[in-house]
């Protein structure tokens, strides 16, 4: 099992989404994935979110101990 973090800090680009989508369908069955993003950001978090799902993730959010984070905490399903 692997896991992977990815810090969206402290801007939501195109770009990264885009790499988000092909890493998120190469990733195995079973890997866990973690998104860290500013708490402002956290309206984008739905496309994050629809993505990961699109490729079978469970998802969890969760908002972080400082007011300046937002995490998605994900794992790859069969």
Known sequence: MGYISLDFRPAITKAELAK???LAAD???GQHLSITLERQDAHQADEILNILRENNYNCQTKGGHSDDDFFI????ED
């Not at 905490?73 to 790859?76: C, E, H, L, R, V």
């Open 20 to 22: 988000l989508r092909k």
């Open 27 to 29: 990733m195995e069955v």
């Open 73 to 76: 905490k994900a794992k790859k």
